[in-house]
């Protein structure tokens, strides 16, 4: 039996309509079983602020331990105490570091001409600027 010009193109259309179809299911199955969906403040290079953070810790710890009430107000107490104790050591060390910022400032200018310096300075002051700015929003640090 042979096929004619507009049957083999039939059965090439259909081929090409399966495969076609199967990959925009394949496609669907897969983003829904291996790709979890971003939240909040995920998948757009944002981080959560440290409340959402907390609040989606707890919930995830309380749902996959099965925690009671009870437990759950103990872990929240224990994330207080700790948060009081990194911000107490963030404090004590933020003048060591402030110094040894500046002591590398020092150096990095001792590298450059007159006019070198005089741009690094007005770039150090952006710096800073931004850096006052970002954390206004309740952000902290400035990369280069």
Known sequence: ?????SGIALYMGLVFASGAALGVFGNRYYTATSAPTPLKGQGQGKRPNPEEFRQRYLAGMQKQLLLTDDQV???????????????????RQRPEQTEIQRGQNEKIRAVFDAIQREKYDDMLKRFAEKGKALKNKGRQGVGF
């Open 1 to 5: 039996m042979t096929l004619s010009r």
């Open 73 to 91: 107000k103990k872990l929240d107490a224990i994330m207080d105490e700790t948060r009081v104790m990194m911000d107490d050591m963030h404090k």
